[in-house]
């Protein structure tokens, strides 16, 4: 398989080899690694990606879960070309900022207010900040295998560290300021509010753990909600993947579930670098100057130089134009099922006991890393516990993303990936017969 993809991706290889030279491993994001290298993109369209040799791929990988509508769809396209010319940065508001502030709080049910951030990291370290100012607690209670961003309360318990020690670099003593607690134990959650007075917010990825990985039910959310309102703690959904996705209110409007604070990016910004917090009004105060000066009250800080951008904004606004319907939302989520069922099914008459799984527009690989019999009809990710489901043999994955390669279709490392409503039945078809061909390559080595 390697030999195979190092003969049709030789400008990707003489990239990768300047590039590790300069960069660490050669890359830029942790999730962008893959061996001997990854494909140097050139240019992206609709579902598809080519790279620097001219080899087009079906594209899961989806800008990180940014690219609901594909890669530059001709509105959103339009709305960044006019906004470049009107410059790209004032330092100074604009009213495409407050254009797409209303969007997002027109869409999304927690919404009240809404503050501008310049990815979903910040996102996340912004909510978590302001839960803090609002309660006057310190700790921040998250679950293990999901991811909330990198900064340094968000890093133990997603790909280590999950007995919540401090990952390297990061204080000790923020590491023990997070209960990190198992996905789905509404009884350790329970307990850990009832006796710890000093949790300033309960974080979730509301479809589990990297979009729905490690799934969870959506009555744990709602168990969530009910402890965290009984206990005055804010509660916060990282929408940062399926805000605007599953649904165009996110998964708070697919389960009917409205948290105090979410967090937002990728879609929110059209395919452009952006995030945002959005949620109660009487949270985001204190970001306000003139509420907290008539309070007496020190302000919340937040600056951040690209915040807002009027780019990303316009972006943004033409992204979420789209989505307010919710047409590409069931679109992407249709294509992901009828996807998931044909792997299935081709998994099923090549006899591989792996099994595909997912919810909305998301579809992972589970390689079955035991080896143990399992019936991919009956397959049920509910029944396995999150160490289970994170536990995945790295070297397979690595091989199938390369046959995949090799086949013209890039996914992500889950592995797994995100349908857009930019596929269609020609991608999907060209999909499992490379899947089909990337089993029988695995099986020849
Ligand atoms: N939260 C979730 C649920 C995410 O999936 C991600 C990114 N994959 C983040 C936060 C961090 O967002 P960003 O990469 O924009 O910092």
Redesign the pocket.
């Known amino acids: 398989i390697e030999a195979a993809y190092r003969e049709r991706t030789p400008g990707s290889a003489k990239l990768a080899a300047e590039a590790v030279r300069l960069l660490p491993s050669g890359i830029a994001h942790d999730?962008r690694w893959l061996r001997p290298y990854g494909i140097y993109a050139a240019r992206a369209a609709g579902c598809r990606k080519w790279d620097v040799d001219g080899n087009v791929y079906v594209d899961f990988f989806g800008g990180?879960?940014a690219l609901l509508l594909g890669h530059n769809r001709p509105e959103v396209l339009k709305a960044c070309q006019e906004a470049l010319l009107e410059g790209t940065h004032y330092g100074s508001s604009h009213a495409r900022e407050v254009r797409w502030a209303q969007l997002v709080q027109q869409i999304v049910p927690s919404a009240e207010q809404v503050r501008f951030t310049s990815?979903?990291?910040?996102?996340?370290l912004l909510a978590l900040r302001l839960a803090r100012a609002f309660t006057g607690r310190r700790k921040v209670l998250r679950f293990r295998s999901?991811?909330?961003?990198?900064h340094d309360h968000?890093t133990s318990g997603y790909a280590n560290h999950f007995d919540g020690t401090a990952t390297r670099g990061v204080l000790p003593a923020i590491a023990e300021s997070v209960i990190l607690c198992d996905p789905g134990d509404g009884e350790a959650v329970r307990a850990a509010l009832e006796s710890d007075k000093d949790i300033a917010a309960v974080f979730v990825?509301p479809t589990g753990g990297?979009?729905g990985m490690v799934p969870i039910e959506p009555s744990f959310l709602a168990l969530l909600r009910e402890l965290t309102a009984k206990h005055g703690v804010p509660l916060v959904f990282?929408?940062?993947?399926?805000g605007f996705r599953v649904a165009p209110g996110g998964a708070q409007e697919a389960y009917g579930i409205t948290p105090d604070i979410t967090?937002l990016?990728?879609i929110v910004a059209g395919g452009m670098p952006g995030?945002a917090v959005a949620g109660r009004a009487d949270i985001l105060e204190s970001l306000d100057f003139a509420a907290m000066a008539a309070k007496g009250e020190e302000k919340v800080q937040h600056p951040g130089t690209f915040n807002a951008n009027p780019v990303s904004a316009a972006a943004g606004i033409a992204a979420l134009k789209i989505i307010a319907s919710g047409e590409p939302n069931r679109r992407a989520n249709a294509l992901a099922r009828d996807l998931r069922d044909r792997l299935n099914a081709i998994l099923a008459e090549q006899q591989v006991p792996w099994a595909v799984y997912g919810t909305f527009s998301g579809f992972h690989i589970f390689t079955n890393p035991d080896g143990r019999t399992i019936d991919p009809e009956r397959f049920d990710p509910m029944a396995l516990s999150w160490q289970e489901m994170k536990k995945r043999d790295g070297a397979l994955s690595h091989r199938l993303r390369l046959a995949l390669l090799v086949n013209g279709v890039d996914i992500s490392g889950w592995p797994g990936g995100m349908t857009s409503a930019a596929h269609d039945e020609e991608s999907l078809s060209h999909t499992c017969e490379a899947f089909r061909e990337a089993l029988r390559l695995l099986r020849r080595e």
């Open positions: 999730a990180h879960g990815s979903g990291t910040e996102a996340t999901q991811f909330h961003g990198w968000m990825e990297s979009f990282d929408e940062v993947i399926t967090t990016a990728k995030g």
